[in-house]
């Protein structure tokens, strides 16, 4: 009998596990507002920072873009004037080598006329030397010849037109021996 009660008894209690019927049309009409607010007022303010964060992801993309299309461009440009200045540097060098040749010819014509003016300079003052030398030894021979013509000739040749007649004629026998001499 006890246990018939305890059946009966739990026939009749309701079941713990599974819940009353008006609480399941209470839980169901909860669970529909909360569904229609959610989707009244939640859902649109979730699309809404959702298409604002999708705009501002694909505007940060965009001016990533750009910014990437800029510093390329700046970059070819760079590197256009930096050809540029390159082939101005090599213009440069090349033109001041051409200027650094084009002096050196001309310091080198100029040293060269200066040398050829010095060498002039040189052979009129050897020559200037060597009519005075001439002269002098002419003179000097002219003397020693007089004194010893007198020596031996025993006339004194005092007269000066005499003297350099006699002076002459020797220098010429002199002259014309040497060079039948030298012919030999």
Not at 32 to 57: D, G, H, N, Q, S
Not at 104 to 130: P, S
Not at 137 to 164: M, P
């Amino acid at each position: 009998m006890v246990k018939t009660q305890i059946v009966l008894a739990a026939e009749q209690a309701p079941n713990p596990v599974l819940p009353h019927v008006s609480e399941i049309i209470l839980g169901l009409v909860a669970f529909l507002i909360l569904l229609w607010l959610l989707k009244k007022f939640a859902v649109p303010r979730f699309e809404k920072m959702y298409e604002e964060r999708t705009a501002a992801i694909e505007g940060g993309i965009a001016k990533a873009e750009k910014a990437q299309a800029e510093a390329e461009e700046a970059l070819a440009k760079y590197q256009a004037q930096l050809k540029d200045a390159y082939s101005e540097a090599a213009k440069i060098r090349d033109d001041a080598r051409l200027e650094a040749e084009r002096i050196k010819e001309e310091l080198r014509a100029e040293a060269q006329d200066e040398a050829a003016r010095i060498i002039a300079q040189g052979h009129a003052a050897l020559q200037a030397q060597k009519a005075q030398i001439v002269t002098e030894l002419r003179n000097e021979l002219g003397r020693n010849s007089i004194e010893l013509a007198s020596r031996i000739v025993g006339e004194h040749l005092e007269d000066e037109v005499r003297r350099r007649g006699t002076v002459d004629r020797f220098l010429a026998e002199l002259g014309s021996s040497a060079g039948n001499g030298a012919g030999k």
